[in-house]
T-cell receptor, first 112, second 115 residues
């Protein structure tokens, strides 16, 4: 089955700086890669996703890049703000298998 | 904005007891899921459900677990004879289409504590 690795487990950045979280996946059949933000005591909330037919997608301060050859994808957050502090999960899905495979999560801490 | 709702938010149960976790998926969604998150760990897929039957399940989803859609709106996860290691957050999710390229919406979760 699919295996998703996520790094780093904790990331601390100064407010206003950029943050980058990286994930790799194992199954070349995966072709949908969502990123979820989870705040304390809440369920995961989708913040951005990318499909395998594109290499990059951007939504305001958030961007995701995908390298299918290397089987890795990354989340980029620019101009970080205190409200960006949360745990971020990457995930991948294999066609025909409906369950998302999640990475272990990155605890993003924005230092004021 | 439509959302997935889960009840209860917190359930405490004695080891060996049965629990039922309830979910109301988004009304026009066709695919329903249960995920589990042990404290401090990643979200793990348990089971997916479509057209009134299980379409996929993980190795975690053993005979202790069952799912049901008893009516047109609810989707339940039953855990028989709970164990201490079943303590976790359980998330329900739904999506319109399966497989590739469609967003899964998650509920707020039910925190299950087995004592």
């Amino acid at each position: 089955g699919e295996n998703v690795e996520q790094h780093p487990s904790t990331l601390s950045v100064q407010e206003g700086d950029s943050a980058v979280i990286k994930c790799t996946y194992s199954d070349s059949a995966s072709n949908y890669f969502p990123w979820y933000k989870q705040e304390l005591g809440k369920g995961p909330q989708l913040i951005i996703d990318i499909r395998s037919n594109v290499g990059e997608k951007k939504d305001q301060r958030i961007a995701v890049t995908l390298n299918k050859t290397a089987k890795h994808f990354s989340l980029h957050i620019t101009e970080t703000q205190p409200e960006d502090s949360a745990v971020y999960f990457c995930a991948a899905i294999v066609g025909g298998a409906d369950g998302l495979t999640f990475g272990k999560g990155t605890h993003l801490i924005i230092q004021p | 904005e439509p959302e997935v709702t889960q009840t209860p938010s917190h359930q405490v149960t004695q080891m060996g007891q049965e629990v039922i976790l309830r979910c109301v998926p988004i009304s026009n969604h066709l695919y329903f899921y249960w995920y589990r998150q042990i404290l401090g760990q990643k979200v793990e897929f348990l089971v997916s459900f479509y057209n009134n039957e299980i379409s996929e399940k993980s190795e975690i989803f053993d005979d202790q677990f069952s799912v049901e859609r008893p009516d047109g709106s609810n989707f339940t996860l039953k855990i028989r004879s709970t164990k201490l290691e079943d303590s976790a957050m359980y998330f329900c999710a739904s999506r319109q289409l399966t497989g590739r390229g469609t967003e899964a919406f998650f509920g707020q979760g039910t925190r299950l504590t087995v004592v």
